[in-house]
Nanobody
Framework: QVQLVESGGGLVQAGGSLRLSCVIS????????MGWFRQAPGKEREFVAT????????YYADSVKGRFTISRDNAKNTVDLQMNSLKPEDTAVYSC??????????????????WGQGTQVTVSS
């Protein structure tokens, strides 16, 4: 059974930090690009960051560049998202996702086949 399980969300003040973690099981981790997306109430799902399985490349949304860092541990089948200098507009449910092929759309939800349930991040002003 394939599972992506996120943890690490919570309530933090603006300017603070959180580290999200996603544990992956039931699939061959080294075949998958891993991404983080977020969805705020009343808004569409939004790309945050991704870590490619080929070349180890990372890509970020402009809104989080310089503040968030994505990392993956291929030995532990985990992908983390370190979030620093958090802002109230970062408040959302954060989900990790796995996809075998970007097909040139690394920032599109359609490039990812498997999703976790999500973890809530709330940033107070």
């Amino acid at each position: 059974q394939v599972q992506l399980v996120e943890s690490g969300g919570g309530l933090v003040q603006a300017g603070g930090s959180l580290r999200l973690s996603c544990v992956i099981s039931g699939l061959t981790f080294l075949r998958y690009n891993m991404g983080w997306f977020r969805q705020a109430p009343g808004k569409e799902r939004e790309f945050v960051a991704t870590f490619s399985v080929t070349g180890g490349n990372t890509y970020y949304a402009d809104s989080v560049k310089g503040r968030f860092t994505i990392s993956r541990d291929n030995a532990k089948n985990t992908v983390d998202l370190q979030m620093n200098s958090l802002k109230p507009e970062d408040t959302a449910v954060y989900s990790c996702a796995a996809g075998e092929y970007y097909n040139g759309r690394y920032n599109s939800p359609g490039a990812y086949d498997i999703w976790g349930q999500g973890t809530q991040v709330t940033v107070s002003s």
